[in-house]
């Protein structure tokens, strides 16, 4: 989306929902070739009536790109945008104005009120023209206004906040972020939505609250939380209160806030990578706690929320640090941990990203007993000892012993294939056993039950390999009898023994004989058969329905009027056969 189009939304929302959603417009039309001002009126407020004066209705934009998205370090004049701002009573008085075309306004010059039509705050008034929503109608607001390329604040009744006397000005919320559309609407009617101000005056900042005024003298000045700013003074970085008390000297070269603590740097960080730069760490009372040892100090994340904690790195490996500087780890590891689960970290080795380390809340490790470790499911962990795999938890307890050769979980249910001395078993999600390795192959069915695989020892070709049934728990449901089991639908099984096909229910119950050459998949309720040389339908009870003696069968459908039918040919005719085989024509 474009940045004027999303800006645009976004205030509407914002002032919609904070004020009665209501602005006044003049009920004239301008002509467009002249291209004569458009006058905005917005509701009163405490008996004050703002009035925004447009002259070209073709330039609507108050400040281009580059500017909306860096401080304002000069004002250049403009030609386009809001060229004035008028203030008056509801008897005509004028109150304040802030005027870039130079002619004084009388109001005389402007609708009365009772004139002005109401219309929401994103209706549009022509084509070209899209109703103003950066100056709301309702509640307390600062306004950036410029006159002869100075900057200043103002509030909705006109009275100065910063005079007109700027070179530039930044705004910060109440939560010392920087607010970089400092020119649009600042809210301050509720009071803990108080902001912040840095102005720039002759190359330098000064800071501006509610409560006091740092005239512009640094050069740079940061509002980093209540009562503290960061200053820079000889290109050397310091803080100080809001009395211009030193909190730290200015001497290191990059100073920077992390919630609780800063970090600081004596390097030179113009032309290298800030990540390499070493910082040292100064506690929240400006006491120095180490030297300049760490780099890449991250957040650590936990739950999409920073945990207090801190990711840093040192030549040596990475680790975790608190908000006081102590280390909480050893520094032996690579990349920022993840916290799946909300209960371990997961992270690499520092100089090999194919090690993996499992740490608990505490940054212990989990598994360092073991050669490999990686995390599973439920919390459970897999670890490997010489080539042999099981499965621990996060208090080290053994949940199944490393003497498996493999095993994964099914995608589809909560059960997975464990292999051990080239037998399968299967194991659930939590690591219990439930089928022990004993079976020469195995595999889920689309409806959870398993087929399993024997192979007669004393066959030396592996060639005589029966399969059957086993259930989710491990109960053999058929004998091993049958040459192939596959689902034709779920809880139908078609069988094989050597050519010949029939059909099981969900219970592993024959409920056909095995004699037919094929079996295809049930569909509504029927499943084609071909028996010798004829084709007919089979029930889900395994009940004949036809004679089997039809050529080129079609599945059960619905036709037009919601009966089931099915097509087949019988000596070169086509015919249509109902749900009870009987054939109607």
Same mark, same amino acid.
């Given at each position: 989306?474009?940045?004027?189009?999303?800006?645009?939304?976004?205030?509407?929302?914002?002032?919609?929902?904070?004020?009665?959603?209501?602005?006044?417009?003049?009920?004239?039309?301008?002509?467009?070739?002249?291209?004569?001002?458009?006058?905005?009126?917005?509701?009163?407020?405490?008996?004050?009536?703002?009035?925004?004066?447009?002259?070209?209705?073709?330039?609507?934009?108050?400040?281009?790109?580059?500017?909306?998205?860096?401080?304002?370090?000069?004002?250049?004049?403009?030609?386009?945008?809001?060229?004035?701002?008028?203030?008056?009573?509801?008897?005509?008085?004028?109150?304040?104005?802030?005027?870039?075309?130079?002619?004084?306004?009388?109001?005389?010059?402007?609708?009365?009120?009772?004139?002005?039509?109401?219309?929401?705050?994103?209706?549009?008034?022509?084509?070209?023209?899209?109703?103003?929503?950066?100056?709301?109608?309702?509640?307390?607001?600062?306004?950036?206004?410029?006159?002869?390329?100075?900057?200043?604040?103002?509030?909705?009744?006109?009275?100065?906040?910063?005079?007109?006397?700027?070179?530039?000005?930044?705004?910060?919320?109440?939560?010392?972020?920087?607010?970089?559309?400092?020119?649009?609407?600042?809210?301050?009617?509720?009071?803990?939505?108080?902001?912040?101000?840095?102005?720039?005056?002759?190359?330098?900042?000064?800071?501006?609250?509610?409560?006091?005024?740092?005239?512009?003298?640094?050069?740079?000045?940061?509002?980093?939380?209540?009562?503290?700013?960061?200053?820079?003074?000889?290109?050397?970085?310091?803080?100080?209160?809001?009395?211009?008390?030193?909190?730290?000297?200015?001497?290191?070269?990059?100073?920077?806030?992390?919630?609780?603590?800063?970090?600081?740097?004596?390097?030179?960080?113009?032309?290298?990578?800030?990540?390499?730069?070493?910082?040292?760490?100064?506690?929240?009372?400006?006491?120095?706690?180490?030297?300049?040892?760490?780099?890449?100090?991250?957040?650590?994340?936990?739950?999409?929320?920073?945990?207090?904690?801190?990711?840093?790195?040192?030549?040596?490996?990475?680790?975790?640090?608190?908000?006081?500087?102590?280390?909480?780890?050893?520094?032996?590891?690579?990349?920022?941990?993840?916290?799946?689960?909300?209960?371990?970290?997961?992270?690499?080795?520092?100089?090999?990203?194919?090690?993996?380390?499992?740490?608990?809340?505490?940054?212990?490790?989990?598994?360092?007993?073991?050669?490999?470790?990686?995390?599973?499911?439920?919390?459970?962990? #897999?670890?490997? $000892?010489?080539? /042999?795999? !099981?499965? +621990?938890?996060?208090?080290?307890? %053994? *949940?199944? =012993?490393?003497? &498996? @050769?493999?095993?994964?979980?099914?995608?589809?249910?909560?059960?997975? #294939?464990?292999? $051990?001395?080239? /037998?399968? !078993?299967? +194991?659930?999600?939590?690591?219990? %056993? *439930?089928? =022990?390795?004993? &079976? @020469?192959?195995?595999?889920?069915?689309?409806?959870?039950?398993?087929?399993?695989?024997?192979?007669?020892?004393?066959?030396?070709?592996?060639?005589?390999?029966?399969?059957?049934?086993?259930?989710?728990?491990?109960?053999?449901?058929?004998?091993?009898?049958?040459?192939?089991?596959?689902?034709?639908?779920?809880?139908?099984?078609?069988?094989?023994?050597?050519?010949?096909?029939?059909?099981?229910?969900?219970?592993?119950?024959?409920?056909?004989?095995?004699?037919?050459?094929?079996?295809?998949?049930?569909?509504?309720?029927?499943?084609?058969?071909?028996?010798?040389?004829?084709?007919?339908?089979?029930?889900?009870?395994?009940?004949?329905?036809?004679?089997?003696?039809?050529?080129?069968?079609?599945?059960?459908?619905?036709?037009?009027?919601?009966?089931?039918?099915?097509?087949?040919?019988?000596?070169?005719?086509?015919?249509?056969?109902?749900?009870?085989?009987?054939?109607?024509?």
């Amino acid at each position: 989306m474009h940045l004027k189009t999303y800006l645009f939304t976004f205030l509407s929302l914002l002032i919609f929902y904070n004020s009665n959603g209501q602005i006044r417009i003049a009920s004239f039309e301008f002509d467009k070739e002249k291209k004569g001002p458009t006058i905005v009126y917005y509701n009163f407020y405490n008996d004050i009536q703002m009035i925004e004066i447009e002259y070209n209705n073709y330039e609507k934009a108050r400040v281009d790109h580059e500017d909306a998205i860096k401080p304002i370090s000069s004002i250049r004049p403009r030609n386009y945008g809001h060229n004035a701002i008028i203030f008056r009573t509801k008897n005509g008085e004028l109150l304040h104005q802030y005027n870039l075309k130079g002619n004084a306004f009388k109001p005389t010059d402007f609708l009365p009120a009772e004139k002005c039509i109401t219309v929401t705050h994103s209706s549009r008034l022509n084509s070209k023209y899209v109703a103003k929503t950066n100056y709301p109608s309702y509640g307390k607001y600062n306004f950036f206004v410029t006159e002869n390329n100075k900057a200043g604040l103002i509030d909705t009744l006109g009275t100065p906040i910063l005079e007109v006397v700027y070179d530039g000005l930044l705004s910060y919320n109440h939560n010392f972020n920087l607010n970089s559309f400092v020119m649009f609407d600042t809210r301050n009617d509720q009071e803990q939505e108080k902001c912040f101000y840095t102005m720039k005056s002759n190359g330098k900042w000064g800071f501006k609250s509610d409560k006091i005024t740092i005239e512009p003298k640094y050069d740079d000045l940061i509002p980093i939380k209540q009562n503290v700013l960061k200053i820079k003074k000889n290109n050397k970085y310091g803080l100080i209160n809001e009395k211009e008390e030193s909190l730290i000297e200015p001497i290191y070269t990059d100073l920077i806030y992390k919630n609780d603590f800063y970090l600081y740097t004596t390097e030179g960080i113009e032309n290298i990578d800030k990540y390499a730069t070493l910082y040292g760490i100064i506690d929240f009372n400006f006491k120095i706690k180490t030297q300049p040892i760490y780099n890449n100090i991250d957040d650590i994340i936990e739950n999409y929320y920073p945990s207090g904690k801190y990711w840093a790195c040192k030549t040596d490996g990475c680790g975790a640090i608190d908000k006081n500087g102590n280390e909480i780890s050893k520094f032996k590891y690579g990349s920022m941990p993840q916290n799946p689960y909300n209960t371990f970290y997961r992270t690499t080795g520092y100089r090999d990203s194919n090690k993996y380390y499992i740490l608990n809340l505490d940054f212990e490790e989990i598994g360092k007993n073991y050669d490999a470790i990686y995390d599973w499911k439920n919390q459970l962990f #897999t670890v490997k $000892k010489g080539s /042999k795999l !099981g499965l +621990i938890d996060l208090n080290n307890k %053994v *949940v199944l =012993p490393c003497e &498996y @050769d493999s095993f994964w979980q099914e995608s589809r249910s909560e059960l997975g #294939t464990l292999i $051990k001395n080239k /037998k399968y !078993g299967v +194991i659930t999600s939590k690591g219990v %056993v *439930v089928i =022990p390795c004993k &079976y @020469d192959d195995l595999y889920f069915t689309v409806d959870n039950t398993i087929v399993a695989t024997l192979i007669d020892a004393n066959d030396k070709t592996n060639r005589n390999r029966k399969v059957g049934l086993l259930s989710a728990n491990g109960n053999q449901m058929t004998s091993f009898v049958y040459d192939e089991i596959e689902t034709i639908d779920y809880g139908f099984y078609r069988v094989r023994i050597d050519t010949k096909y029939g059909v099981l229910n969900k219970d592993g119950k024959e409920i056909t004989p095995v004699k037919y050459d094929e079996i295809y998949r049930y569909r509504n309720g029927f499943c084609i058969a071909k028996l010798d040389f004829g084709y007919g339908f089979i029930d889900t009870s395994g009940k004949e329905i036809t004679h089997f003696y039809y050529e080129k069968p079609s599945d059960f459908n619905y036709n037009a009027a919601k009966k089931l039918r099915a097509k087949a040919y019988l000596r070169g005719k086509e015919v249509i056969i109902d749900e009870n085989g009987k054939v109607i024509y």
